[in-house]
Nanobody, 118 residues
Framework: QVQLVESGGGLVQAGGSLRLSCVAS????????MGWFRQAPGKEREFVSA????????RYADSAKGRFTISRDNAKNTMYLQMNSLKPEDTAVYYC???????????WGQGTQVTVSS
């Protein structure tokens, strides 16, 4: 089992930035690829970004490319999502996930709300 806890969400104006964090506990953090997903009201959960166990390889949804950066610190059992140039359409609950690359979705956090005002 892997327990995941997200933090860092909040309310920000369009054009602003936020950094989400995901702290893992339980089984070996470095043994899993990690990822971020999001779900907006009335929409299905969608993939945002993923990172391999070592952190060498990453991938992004088209909506995140050039604005979001995923990273991880295996020594701290923590993954991050730096979000810049935020848009109102980025408003969603953001979920941290652990599993297997390229779409890690075996374990899930409880989510953190990101709201971008126009």
């Amino acid at each position: 089992q892997v327990q995941l806890v997200e933090s860092g969400g909040g309310l920000v104006q369009a054009g602003g930035s936020l950094r989400l964090s995901c702290v893992a506990s339980g089984r070996t953090f470095s043994g899993y690829a990690m990822g971020w997903f999001r779900q907006a009201p009335g929409k299905e959960r969608e993939f945002v970004s993923a990172i391999t166990m070592s952190g060498v390889n990453t991938r992004y949804a088209d909506s995140a490319k050039g604005r979001f950066t995923i990273s991880r610190d295996n020594a701290k059992n923590t993954m991050y999502l730096q979000m810049n140039s935020l848009k109102p359409e980025d408003t969603a609950v953001y979920y941290c996930a652990a599993g297997f690359y390229p779409v890690p979705g075996h374990y899930w956090g409880q989510g953190t709300q990101v709201t971008v005002s126009s």
